[in-house]
């Protein structure tokens, strides 16, 4: 197979925050060369590694190459660039990447439709569910209830994310918190919420509303409510039960009934893919993305 990585190319907003998807599809692609495969990695300059694939190009600008893919990776698929080069080649070629479901710094996951709300998750058939990867999830995730009084949880997002920016009808914190407060505005419910932990906004919180601190998993296997914009947190309140709202549309908006929420949480996990063993052979061969390649 001949296998293209575009990274960051046409990409106009900070560039250099593609450099480590050059780390990681390099690794990547030097893995895939071992398995016979010929790749090139197509890289903005601004998107630096220490480690680049022996066969690079640089371009800050989408232009045609001679090189004719079978499968193209790219980073997620919402940037100008991602949107040209999957205008260039079709979307039947593209592999979306995105940062994993859980461990999701240290993990990412590969997906043939897209990513957040286009991800094939939302629809194709699930794995089996595995009893013994879920307990290994719940024992990670699962923290004793700090607040004893019935709860709505809203976990807020960072504004400047294409969660935002892309696939929701707020733009800012406050109109979630508004828009959930004016759902509960004939309950005396406690409507709690937490910031995101890297970034702070201004909130003005409405009649029962509660800003707390504290770990997200002391309150979203209690609460009779999850509602949010898609974030990794309400994929994490799928780990406990489906009373999850999403508004937009994400990896947590899939319909699931009784425990398929469990099994969604193993389905997904399985999937992912941890950063460090890009260069695993081994790992990368029984890959559910590489079979899927292989396949199709």
């Given at each position: 197979?001949?296998?293209?990585?575009?990274?960051?190319?046409?990409?106009?907003?900070?560039?250099?925050?593609?450099?480590?998807?050059?780390?990681?599809?390099?690794?990547?692609?030097?893995?895939?060369?071992?398995?016979?495969?010929?790749?090139?990695?197509?890289?903005?300059?601004?998107?630096?590694?220490?480690?680049?694939?022996?066969?690079?190009?640089?371009?800050?600008?989408?232009?045609?190459?001679?090189?004719?893919?079978?499968?193209?990776?790219?980073?997620?698929?919402?940037?100008?660039?991602?949107?040209?080069?999957?205008?260039?080649?079709?979307?039947?070629?593209?592999?979306?990447?995105?940062?994993?479901?859980?461990?999701?710094?240290?993990?990412?996951?590969?997906?043939?439709?897209?990513?957040?709300?286009?991800?094939?998750?939302?629809?194709?058939?699930?794995?089996?569910?595995?009893?013994?990867?879920?307990?290994?999830?719940?024992?990670?995730?699962?923290?004793?209830?700090?607040?004893?009084?019935?709860?709505?949880?809203?976990?807020?997002?960072?504004?400047?994310d294409t969660q935002i920016t892309k696939y929701s009808p707020f733009t800012k914190m406050q109109q979630l918190i508004d828009y959930v407060c004016?759902?509960?505005?004939?309950?005396?419910?406690?409507?709690?919420?937490?910031?995101?932990?890297?970034?702070?906004?201004?909130?003005?919180?409405?009649?029962?509303?509660?800003?707390?601190?504290?770990?997200?998993?002391?309150?979203?296997?209690?609460?009779?409510?999850?509602?949010?914009?898609?974030?990794?947190?309400?994929?994490?309140?799928?780990?406990?039960?489906?009373?999850?709202?999403?508004?937009?549309?994400?990896?947590?908006?899939?319909?699931?009934?009784g425990d398929e929420h469990k099994q969604y949480i193993t389905h997904l996990a399985q999937k992912q893919f941890p950063w460090s063993e890009m260069?695993?052979?081994?790992?990368?061969?029984?890959?559910?993305?590489?079979?899927?390649?292989?396949?199709?």
């Open positions: 197979m001949r296998i293209l990585f575009h990274v960051g190319v046409g990409n106009l907003d900070r560039p250099h925050r593609w450099g480590f998807v050059n780390t990681n599809f390099s690794n990547l692609a030097r893995t895939f060369e071992r398995l016979g495969h010929e790749c090139l990695v197509y890289a903005h300059p601004s998107a630096k590694t220490n480690q680049p694939f022996h066969k690079t190009i640089y371009s800050s600008t989408v232009n045609k190459i001679e090189f004719k893919p079978d499968w193209v990776f790219t980073w997620n698929g919402v940037s100008e660039g991602d949107q040209e080069i999957t205008k260039m080649f079709g979307e039947d070629k593209m592999i979306f990447g995105e940062l994993g479901f859980f461990d999701h710094y240290s993990t990412l996951y590969f997906d043939f439709k897209g990513v957040n709300g286009k991800s094939e998750n939302l629809t194709q058939e699930l794995s089996e569910f595995s009893p013994v990867i879920y307990q290994q999830i719940l024992k990670k995730y699962h923290k004793l209830r700090t607040f004893t009084e019935p709860f709505i949880f809203i976990p807020l997002q960072d504004e400047g004016e759902m509960y505005k004939n309950s005396d419910i406690k409507i709690l919420y937490k910031k995101h932990p890297k970034v702070d906004c201004k909130i003005i919180p409405g009649r029962n509303c509660i800003e707390v601190k504290d770990n997200i998993h002391h309150f979203l296997p209690y609460a009779d409510k999850v509602i949010g914009i898609n974030s990794t947190a309400l994929l994490e309140a799928l780990i406990y039960h489906n009373r999850v709202v999403t508004i937009g549309k994400g990896i947590s908006s899939r319909k699931l009934v260069g695993n052979l081994d790992k990368i061969k029984n890959s559910y993305f590489y079979r899927k390649m292989i396949a199709l």
